[in-house]
Structures are given as C-alpha cells and as structure tokens.
C-alpha cells in the first residue's frame, strides 16, 4: 500500500504556530498549564508547543509531562494534576482509546481542566473523546492510518497509509 502526504515541514510549522496562538489565547488569564505529551511523539509536539505557546504568553508558567501507554498509563515525572490546567498533546487521534485511559487518570486527581490538542484528527473514532485544539482535520476510510513522521526533526511530515 502506497502513502500519501498530507503536511510537508512547513505546514506542520504553520499549524503548530496557529493552534498554540489559539490555545495562548486560551489559557492567557491563567497562571500555569501542564501539557501531557502522549508517548514519544506526542511529547514530541507538546515541547514545541510550550515553546510557541511561551511567545505568546510569557507569563504562563508551564510544565511538560511525558504519559507513557505501553503497560497501562503513567507519567514521567509523576505529578498530581489538583486544580491544574491540563492539556493533553498527541500527533493524531485515530479511535481515541488512548486519549480516554488518560484522561481517565487525570480525571481522578480532579484538575481544572482538560483538553486536548492534536496535529491531525480523523473523524472515525470509537470512543467519545474531543479534540479542542486541531491542526488538520481528515476524513479517512477505516482502513487508512494517518502518521505523523518526526525522525528528521528538519523534514517532519504528516501522511496517509
């Protein structure tokens, strides 16, 4: 099976610049956000956004975690997610199973908040889960898997398998 792309570098640049303006704007009244970066390239994402985020709002204190999901859900470093703004950061939600066995062990530890931003969002998925901050979003056949590629941190690339 061939693949398709979907974002070169540069556009994968621009979404990441928008949807941190967009979740800057968001949290621009707060004092701290905590961004959950989902596995490796989730966490990936999520220190580019904090980055981009910081630009825009120098005052937000923020924090990364990286949520591993191989053998259930945890977090490095451990935290308590009490009355925390959380935003959960992933490349692409495909059924939304992982994204739901993290939220809920964020949920139990009652945050502030919970959202979600992610590179690329297809529109199948099995579970009830929203994406709040989005760089692309797909229509795809069930068979089809969206990637996002970031082994050359110079030529990133989102496509269609």
């Known amino acids: 099976m061939s693949s398709m792309d979907i ?61 591993k999901t191989t053998d259930g859900v945890s977090f490095e470093p451990t935290s308590s997610f009490a009355k925390e703004h959380i935003l959960l950061v992933d490349d692409v939600i495909n059924s939304g199973r992982t994204l739901m066995d993290v939220m809920d062990d964020v949920y139990k530890d009652k945050p502030a908040s919970i959202r979600t931003a992610f590179l690329a969002k297809r529109e199948h998925r099995s579970f009830p889960v929203k994406a709040d901050f989005v760089g692309i979003s797909l229509a795809t056949t069930l068979k089809e898997h969206v990637f996002f590629d970031n082994s050359n941190s110079k030529k990133l690339k989102v496509y269609l398998k």
């Open 7 to 67: 974002l070169n570098h540069q556009q994968i640049e621009i979404k990441t610049q928008r949807m941190a303006c967009e979740i800057a704007e968001c949290y621009s009244h707060e004092k701290g956000l905590t961004l959950c970066g989902l596995n490796e390239r989730g966490y990936y994402l999520a220190e580019r956004l904090a980055k981009e985020i910081g630009k825009f709002t120098p005052h937000l204190k923020m924090s990364l975690i990286q949520v």
